[in-house]
């Protein structure tokens, strides 16, 4: 199995389990753009991805995505009665608990 076929089989992989992966972001992205060298673009790239405005756009539009079109938006508050806040879908860590890969520090979902 050749690299293309590796990556192909990885996404199909993990699309089977619920994760979108048609928008992947390599350390190329990083370095088409800034000097640097893989590890320091694999953290540049962490860091910007899960910024605190990225992700608060991101369930922004998700959010505005779905009442456009006629989706039902649940609760937007915890079991205490607390404003929602993104988070892990396996324990409910913050999302901003993420490590580098993007997994859940806690529950490594």
Same mark, same amino acid.
């Given at each position: 199995?050749?690299?293309?076929?590796?990556?192909?089989?990885?996404?199909?992989?993990?699309?089977?389990?619920?994760?979108?992966?048609?928008?992947?972001?390599?350390?190329?992205?990083?370095?088409s753009?800034?000097?640097?060298?893989?590890?320091?673009?694999?953290?540049?790239?962490?860091?910007?991805?899960?910024?605190?405005?990225?992700m608060?756009? @991101?369930?922004?539009? @998700?959010?505005?995505?779905?009442?456009?079109?006629?989706?039902?938006?649940?609760?937007?508050?915890?079991?205490?009665?607390?404003?929602?806040?993104?988070?892990?879908s396996?324990?409910?860590?913050?999302?901003?608990?993420?490590?580098?890969?993007g997994?859940?520090?806690?529950?490594? @979902?």
């Open positions: 199995m050749n690299s293309r076929e590796k990556i192909e089989d990885a996404m199909r992989t993990l699309r089977d389990n619920g994760y979108y992966v048609e928008n992947l972001w390599t350390i190329h992205d990083v370095q753009v800034v000097e640097c060298t893989d590890k320091e673009a694999m953290e540049i790239m962490h860091n910007a991805i899960t910024d605190d405005n990225v608060t756009e @991101i369930w922004f539009a @998700i959010k505005d995505y779905a009442l456009t079109n006629k989706y039902r938006l649940k609760e937007d508050r915890n079991e205490e009665g607390d404003e929602f806040v993104a988070g892990c396996g324990c409910g860590e913050d999302v901003n608990e993420l490590d580098i890969n997994f859940c520090k806690k529950c490594n @979902i």
